[in-house]
């Protein structure tokens, strides 16, 4: 594995949309975003593609990749974080120039996890999957949050520990925020185990399954030549978060990628809390039990990942260890 390392302060991220671009109404978000980078010592660099919006992605295909490429290898940016995700960032895996990349952090989640993943499976460089860029224009930036900070700057052969948030936002509202935050955290957070095993260790990789599932086949989606290649055999941990999906949907990607070979040789699966729906009396705790009883590993459930904030900071090929205990639930990734 190839572990990128974002110093503390003078970096410059670049921010590309090679998924979905903002909207009119939109853009004061990359602003006030920039803004608050810039408080906390670190510059900014913005990508054309982020100002427009058409036919479900920020700009037309070869735009897109051409401004992700150039990012990726323009030894002034030191990370690039998209603004959000979207539909269609599948569109550029064939436009990558991946073999010019330079070990440096892509940081993102949603659509974005479809190149996240696709990254690491192919070049064995270390993604972060974690806040976009529009998520940091809050004045106060909570714990869970301003924990990619601490994860991008640790170093390889370093650990870094994630805690259990307080508290989470159930769902995205037009109501009045809370003065100096972005999010409003209502809600008790809690860390579940399906059973009494409690702790998973493995190194990990996932993202957004409605996305993510659209490698399963390809040549972007080779999990069994990453690990054995990249990795040297280990267990993987997957982690899963789902936007809208339902219950029963779910359940069939999970087959689909049992039967590609994902799981044949895995540690346990992490899954981020969902409102999405469920499918008659098909519960996700039912789905969950049924990837465990049909692989007999592990399973961890509404952990902090995805579209319910806060969420973690994860890296894809790092190891990470997670412990259900209370309150003081936690994730260590090591850099190895």
Known sequence: MKYPFLGWTGQTIGVTAPSSGLREQQQEWVEQAVEQVQARQMNVRLGETIWSHQLAESAPVKQRAEELNHMMTDETIDTVIPPFGGERAIDLLPELTLATYQTKWLLG????????????????????????????????????????????????????????????????????????????????????????????????????????????????GDVQRFQREEINGEPILWYFEVSEANSAEVHRTLRQMAYAGWFDHAAGFLFGRTSARIIEDLTWLDVYQYLADETGLPVLYDLDIGHQPPQLTLINGATGTVRIQGKDSRIDLTFN
């Open 109 to 220: 989640y949603s659509d974005i996890s479809t190149l996240l993943l696709s990254l690491t499976l192919q070049t064995g460089i270390a993604t972060a999957h974690g806040p976009n860029f529009v998520e940091l224009r809050s004045e106060e930036w909570d714990e869970t949050t301003s924990a990619w900070r601490r994860v991008l700057a640790t170093p390889t052969g370093g650990t870094v520990t994630q805690w259990a948030s307080d508290r989470y936002q159930p769902e995205w509202t037009d109501e009045e925020r809370p003065t100096g935050s972005l999010f409003q955290l209502t809600e008790a957070t809690e860390w579940k185990a399906l059973d009494e095993r409690t702790e998973v260790t493995g190194r990990l990789l996932g993202g957004c399954l409605e996305t993510i599932r659209h490698l399963i086949g390809t040549p972007y």
